[in-house]
């Protein structure tokens, strides 16, 4: 079902205009912001690229944007910039997209200039999910703040995002947030990644590895009240949720599957302190186990807390801030818009 909203009238938005497109996996979001990051309004519907491909997913995003703009009431050049968030990487070189791993057949596509073509949008700026969130929590959200944030994305996968004084860290090749594939554990037995390697972060901590590694628990008969809620059916998606919910009803081993998830994350965002040393470290993604509305929540942060204050150099944790993401689904499309605005801000100077 399509979804719009009127935020804040054009006529009390402070100008300039700026354009978020959010394109998630299975959702497109698109916000008119103003320069102080209000959401003047709102556009939402899901979306089916297996059928149309690259060009005709990007023919769709440019009839959304177009009607939004429409219903806003304002035309394509009241839009000083634009920018997209997309799930997966661009060759900074070519501005052609690598493959993204929930859309192969991307390989290659010109997706921001084939956007500015369809519609007459002056410039659309790329940016990878996870720095467009971190963007936006950065901006307006739970890190406001700070001058450098890190946003761990907790999904299926685990990502990063990462913005410094105002920048995005994209890196040569455009994956500079490719934090799941940090090696936490060297060892022969370490367990595999979904990319084809042993010992990464995601192969620990992400929502699929805590439901494989829930399942293996189950296997062994541990006594948990998970085996009343997990069976041989149950979807690998629906676990994680689960074991929150056990570990919030006082399940001992739902909690200690929730405890050594945050360990894990605690351990690699040791490395990431260590290599960035940013200001403040928020979690956020699917799988954040109730965050802080909920004693397990709060139990996760705990442990992800202990975790680094004891293993990293204390220069660095000190007066580090870690907490949970606040924006939550909203972030793509503010951090987009945030991160073309800067990049417009910066061409202005230079000029
Ligand atoms: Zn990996």
Redesign the pocket.
Same mark, same amino acid.
């Given at each position: 079902m399509n979804e719009e909203r009127i935020y804040l009238p054009v006529s009390e938005a402070a100008a300039p205009l700026y354009l978020g497109i959010h394109f998630g996996s299975f959702n497109l979001k698109i916000g008119v912001i103003d320069s102080e990051g209000h959401t003047v309004s709102y556009f939402a519907t899901p979306h089916n690229t297996a059928e149309c491909g690259p060009d005709g997913a990007a023919r769709n995003i440019a009839a959304a944007v177009r009607e939004t703009l429409e219903k806003t009431g304002i035309g394509v050049k009241d839009i000083t910039a634009a920018g997209i968030s997309f799930p997966g990487s661009l060759d900074p070189r070519t501005e052609k997209l690598h493959r993204p791993p929930n859309f192969p057949d991307w390989l290659g596509y010109p997706l921001p200039a084939k956007l500015m073509e369809y519609t007459g949008l002056q410039s659309v700026l790329f940016c990878n999910n996870a720095n467009a969130a971190a963007y936006g929590e950065f901006w307006i959200g739970a890190a406001r703040d700070s001058q450098s944030v890190c946003l761990v994305l907790l999904d299926d996968g685990i990502g990063c995002g990462t913005i410094v004084e105002g920048r995005e860290i994209k890196g040569a090749n455009g994956f500079g947030g490719e934090f799941? =594939?940090i090696i936490i554990d060297p060892s022969p037995g370490a367990r595999w #990644?979904? #990319?084809l390697?042993q010992g =990464?972060l995601?192969a620990y901590a992400s929502a699929t590895a805590v439901a494989r590694r829930t399942r293996e628990m189950l296997e062994v008969g541990l006594s948990t009240s998970l085996q009343d809620r997990i069976d041989k059916d149950t979807p690998l998606a629906d676990i994680p949720k689960l074991v929150f919910d056990e570990a919030d009803r006082g399940d001992a081993l739902a909690m200690q599957i929730v405890l050594d998830t945050a360990r894990f994350l605690g351990l690699g965002i040791v490395s990431l302190l260590h290599t960035l040393d940013p200001e403040c470290v928020l979690l956020g993604g699917e799988m954040t186990f109730g965050i802080r509305h909920s004693g397990t929540g709060e139990m996760f942060l705990k442990r992800v807390r202990e975790e680094i204050d004891q293993r990293a150099l204390k220069d660095l944790t000190e007066n580090l801030k870690l907490g949970f993401a606040k924006l939550g689904a909203n972030a793509g499309f503010v951090g987009a818009a945030g991160l073309a605005r800067e990049e417009a801000l910066l061409l202005t100077v230079v000029e």
């Open positions: 799941g =594939h #990644c979904n #990319c390697q =990464h995601e």
